[in-house]
Nanobody, 126 residues
Framework: QVQLVESGGGLVQAGGSLRLSCAAS????????MGWFRQAPGKEREFVAA????????YYADSVKGRFTISRDNAKNTVYLQMNSLKPEDTAVYYC???????????????????WGQGTQVTVSS
């Protein structure tokens, strides 16, 4: 398994931008598919975005499509989430997660991920 540490969260006004980073330990980062999830107070954890090991395919929740961009740099063992045009409803704790690249990519299914970070808070004020 890899260990994951998120950073880049904070407080931003509606319409603003933030870039989250998730640094992974270990030498096998490129074997993992990566995802971002978020959890708002009183709500279940929900899928945000995911990316395959090569970065060639990306997937997004409808609620963030066109505003968020997921990317990865395997040389730096890091995955990013660029968030633009932020809305108050984007307020949540954001988690990155890793799923080893074998078989089908269940990118929306949180239970299919093998490792999780501790989360970073994103707060969007109106």
């Amino acid at each position: 398994q890899v260990q994951l540490v998120e950073s880049g969260g904070g407080l931003v006004q509606a319409g603003g931008s933030l870039r989250l980073s998730c640094a992974a330990s270990g030498r096998t980062f490129s074997r993992y598919r990566m995802g971002w999830f978020r959890q708002a107070p009183g709500k279940e954890r929900e899928f945000v975005a995911a990316i395959i090991w090569s970065g060639g395919n990306t997937y997004y929740a409808d609620s963030v499509k066109g505003r968020f961009t997921i990317s990865r740099d395997n040389a730096k063992n890091t995955v990013y989430l660029q968030m633009n045009s932020l809305k108050p409803e984007d307020t949540a704790v954001y988690y990155c997660a890793a799923q080893i690249a074998t078989g089908s990519f269940w990118y929306e299914r949180a239970e299919r991920y093998d490792s999780w970070g501790q989360g970073t808070q994103v707060t969007v004020s109106s």
